[in-house]
């Protein structure tokens, strides 16, 4: 095999080579930014509020809780220090690792079912999550019995994925369109469960609503807790095996044949897209556009490598949900639910990016 | 075809079928190394099912196929694909990758997880666009090519695939007339330096100009396989196809009508 780089060749070569080379580098640059970017903001928003405390002394506060360091962190009163890291902190990462978790779900349906459509919210599982909630919220109210709300919305939202599957299994295989239709039975049967749920409750149904809006208020460490490691280990196991699912794209058919245990794959995704969903919404409620529009936005804009789509997508949904999170905290005087936020704007935004896509081109 | 040349896959009596119907019955033949097979056959009379079975994709139901001494389907799915790239008849992405950027996953069955695309991996996938005439829109979106510009993506990724066997389904279907020509030259330049490659063919001429042996499928059976001049005869259109044709031996032919009388199925 002769490999000789004449200068006549080495031009082109080096033109699309270098193209090549161009859009990896700008996923690079544009992860760092956004990494900068969501330190800086976290400091930021946790300065903030009804009590204002400055960038340097956030920043003070947290580094010496950080570092375990009591001499420095006696030099900050008790009550900012309580604010800064029990108050505010826990609700601000809970809002990143919420918006990493369901962009990167996102990303994951997205290749799974092979259609830049799909969202994490797809095959059902945020149905259950709201069903088990629901039940949960409503057995405290009438029986009085007392349930975790996140507990029952994770149990739920696992049910519900092993249903789908079950379903799609016996309906002929987990492709792509089988798992679509199969959850939306699951979810619609879900739906009018929830419907009844409502009903029953009655004049309590308030709870069950607000819940089901998806909101980020008074979140603990306790729902970090829960979050963080689901998120992160999850993520990170996606980019691991990110290099097969981009092959998945390519369809079943084609992936094998590029050497895919495509079986195991889509099941090792399917589980994992699942399990951050769940645990997304069992901590904050249905929080809608944030999976579906931050991996489009980016596929189309940066690439749709997934190694490269995934963490990105992460930062960059952590970033505008803790934003839009902290926008709702801050600028309205009665606090209005995340999840109706992000609805408001993404839906919008999400017409105009689709209009204007046309077949591939346009603006992302 | 007087030297004899190794066999790189044997198929050992296969069979399938759907249910009660069968749609294969007892297929066996050899493939030596550096020959461009086309299987041709009207439709249903198995040919994507043979198709599928001989490379990897389904299994049969009895017989197998041996590919330098290992059966095909106990191999592992990476490692097969090491040794087979296979080309389907338009394959729809709708992710916005660039064509270069799509070849470059035909590297994926060798590539080690994390492994940094060396200098040296991105040259070799520019010469084979260059060779397959893609390299023009190397940095074109997939999804903003034609369908014929996309098959010579498929096939510039199958070939980055650095494959024993090539396997076409249908893949030169979606091309116009220069663009197949074009295809076929490389194929066979191709086939020169020891590639392999079966194709499942609809188009019969190019099938009879640019092959070194037809295999041709009727009702499931093997009805004849040899040389082009051997097997498309006007017999073979009359009993498979149910046509009649004028035969200009070493150049094509003409489909000049209907047959009168279409043979009964084979009797399995």
Redesign the interface.
């Known amino acids: 095999m002769e490999?000789v780089?004449t200068k006549q060749?080495r031009p082109?070569?080096d033109?699309?080579?270098r193209?090549?080379r161009y859009?990896k580098r700008r996923c690079f640059i544009i992860g760092g930014v956004l990494l900068a970017a969501i330190v800086l903001t976290l400091v930021a928003f946790v300065g903030m509020g009804a009590m204002r405390l400055g960038f340097l002394k956030t920043w003070g506060i947290l580094w010496a809780k950080l570092t375990g360091n009591a001499v420095r962190l006696s030099a900050f009163a008790a009550n900012e220090a309580a604010i800064v890291w029990d108050i505010r902190l826990p609700r601000i990462l809970c809002g990143i690792l919420v918006g990493m978790g369901l962009s990167v779900a996102g990303v994951i349906f997205q290749?799974l079912l092979?259609?830049?459509l799909a969202d994490p919210y797809t095959l059902g599982v945020s149905t259950g999550a709201a069903f088990g909630a629901s039940l949960a919220i409503l057995m405290g109210l009438a029986a009085g019995i007392v349930l975790s709300t996140t507990a029952m919305a994770f149990l739920f939202a696992f049910l519900t994925l092993v249903l789908v599957i079950f379903i799609a299994r016996r309906g002929g295989g987990i492709a792509s369109s089988n798992l679509v239709i199969s959850g939306i039975i699951v979810s619609a049967i879900l739906s009018s469960g929830l419907s009844f749920l409502k009903m029953v409750a009655g004049e309590d149904v308030g709870a069950i609503v607000f819940w089901l809006m998806g909101s980020l208020s008074s979140k603990q460490w306790g729902d970090v807790a829960i979050v963080a490691p689901v998120v992160l280990i999850g993520s990170a196991v996606a980019i691991?095996?990110a290099?097969d699912l981009?092959?998945m794209?390519?369809?079943e058919?084609?992936a094998?044949?590029?050497?895919?245990?495509t079986g195991r794959i889509r099941m090792l995704y399917l589980i994992l897209g699942s399990c951050i969903t769940a645990a997304c919404v069992a901590v904050s409620g249905v929080i809608g556009f944030v999976g579906l529009v931050i991996p489009h936005i980016l596929?189309?804009w940066l690439?749709?490598?997934n190694r490269m789509l995934l963490p990105l997508s992460g930062l960059l949904g952590g970033l505008l949900l803790s934003a839009a999170d902290n926008a709702t905290r801050l600028l309205f005087t009665s606090e209005i639910p995340v999840g109706v936020l992000t609805t408001l704007i993404g839906g919008p935004f999400f017409i105009y990016v689709f209009v204007k896509r046309r077949?591939?081109?346009g603006v992302f | 075809m007087e030297e004899k040349r190794a066999d790189l896959l044997r198929a050992e009596g296969l069979s399938f079928s759907y249910g009660d119907r069968r749609v294969l019955h007892d297929v066996s033949f050899t493939l030596p190394q550096g020959e461009y097979l086309s299987i041709i056959g009207p439709n249903g009379s198995g040919k994507s099912t043979l198709f599928e079975i001989l490379c990897g994709n389904a299994r049969p139901e009895r017989g197998q196929v041996i590919y330098k001494g290992r059966d095909v389907h106990t191999m592992d799915i990476r490692g097969r694909a090491r040794h087979f790239a296979v080309i389907h008849q338009n394959e729809q992405v709708d992710f916005p990758y660039t064509c270069m950027e799509m070849v470059i996953l035909g590297l994926h069955p060798h590539r080690a997880r994390f492994e940094r695309l060396g200098e040296e991996a991105l040259y070799e996938v520019r010469r084979i666009m260059e060779k397959t005439d893609t390299l023009a829109f190397a940095d074109k979106l997939i999804t903003q090519l034609s369908g014929g510009e996309r098959q010579r993506v498929a096939l510039a990724r199958a070939l980055s695939q650095r494959p024993r066997i090539l396997w076409m389904d249908e893949a030169m279907s979606d091309l116009d007339v220069s663009a197949k020509i074009q295809m076929i030259e490389l194929l066979r330049n191709l086939t020169k330096e020891g590639l392999t490659v079966v194709g499942v063919n609809h188009d019969l001429n190019t099938a009879y100009r640019f092959s070194d042996r037809i295999l041709a499928l009727s009702h499931g059976s093997l009805y004849a396989m040899g040389a082009p001049d051997e097997v498309m005869n006007e017999r073979l259109f009359e009993e498979v196809f149910g046509v009649r044709a004028e035969i200009y031996p070493g150049k094509g032919f003409f489909i000049t009508g209907e047959s009168v009388s279409r043979t009964a199925p084979a009797v399995f």
Not at chain 1, 256 to 261: D, E, F, I, Q, S
Request: net charge positive; aromatic share 8%; charged share 20%.
């Open positions: 490999r780089r060749n082109a070569a033109l699309s080579i193209h090549y859009r290749s092979r259609n830049p691991i095996f290099n981009n092959v794209v390519l369809g058919k084609s094998r044949n590029l050497g895919v245990n596929r189309f690439t749709p490598d077949g591939g081109q």
